[in-house]
């Protein structure tokens, strides 16, 4: 992978970056024979084209498309499609761009440099990149470092990647950030009291945990929580084959809430961060949990078992439950959680519920800003009463299928009651088909955009 910027700037050629409102001057800048060359290969500046400009013995530079208005409403990272059609070598950038729409294009050159080569080679794009001046290069390369950290967690198959080795995965970080780290697991999350966790962690023979880790002695506390299920079967009420085939990345909130601390210890903000990830496998066998079975939580409060399929949010509310007996100044929780979040709103875009209107209009400011694409969705009050069974104090899955985003969301706000400010994240945590800077496989949903707002969120 090549996710950083070029050491030196010599012998680079220069990469030009236009729209088709700006070619035409810009050819008029370069010697007549290469304008003319332009010109002859048909280049109009579309999204993501290229035409390379012949030098003596080799390449004298390059010119790339941004493409027109449209075009880059409805696109993001073109100067990453461009990456990779590039020949090898070392370019500049010759762009009229700056602030964050010059952030977003180089950002895009960097994650097209990520490939997933654990299981089969893969080619990595060679052509490299001086960063302009006045660009914070080594903040875009630390996002980069840590998107490729949850790219290459949901990528990883179930196989290779249980509860332990999602342990293991987070201890790395600690130990690389300096960060501490406890991990309970198997029967003792009973004597430790995450009773749900443990329920639907422990028909697997991979034993189910909970991890917990802290980085920072000072400023403002942020404690992230992140669903880690590692694989998902949907218990007894098992799912389907087809929707049993990308449950590998039922852990993209773990793996997103752990790129995302990655990316605040290499910044070094200055805040106290908790990371809280229930780790656990849905399995199916004699000891999995039933439906119809009542189980206890952390909080007290008690859940009707409606769909074993339905497990995230169990795991999650122990997770949450603990966050808040020593409440944060800011709490987000992230989890691949729902199918009726894809319905409402897609697979690339995600949504997001908070306590506070202020911290979500940051995040809808931070959002656009970073071409990390969010909407935000309600907790609604009047659907409380579909997570109430009856029988016990909350139901896991209300019948009628309706308006599901926003009762799981409305059930995992339950367990957070001792702090004021929490925020929830319904990722998919995956790119269906290659685009520019997002090859095909896991992504990350959101955390970019809760790092451009930490600063107005946390005051940093």
Known sequence: MSLSFASVAENSVPLFLVTPDTLEACLEGLPPAQAAWVRSQGFTAGAGAVCVLPGDGGIAGAIAGLGDEKARARGRFALGGIRVKLPKGLYHLVSELSGEALDEQLLGWLLAGYVFDAYAKASAPEAELVAPEGIDAARLEAIAAGEALTRDLINTPANDMGPAELEAAARDLAQSFGAEIDVTVGADLISANFPMIHAVGRASPRAPRLIDMRWGQEGPRLTL???????????LNIKPGASMGLMKKDMGGAATVLGLAMMIMALNLPLQLR???PAVENAVGGAAFRPQDILPSRKGLTVEINNTDAEGRLVLADALALADETPPDLLISMATLTGAARVAVGADLAPFFSTVQEDAAAISDASRSVADPLWQLPYWEPYESMIEPGV?????????????????ALFLRRFVTETPRYMHFDIYGWNRAAAPARTKGGVGQGARAILAALPDLLKL
């Open 275 to 277: 990371v809280l990830v």
């Open 225 to 235: 929580v992140g669903k880690g299920v590692c694989f998902d079967t949907g218990g």
């Open 392 to 408: 016990a104090d909350l139901d896991n899955a209300p019948a009628g299928g309706m308006a599901g985003a926003i009762t799981a």
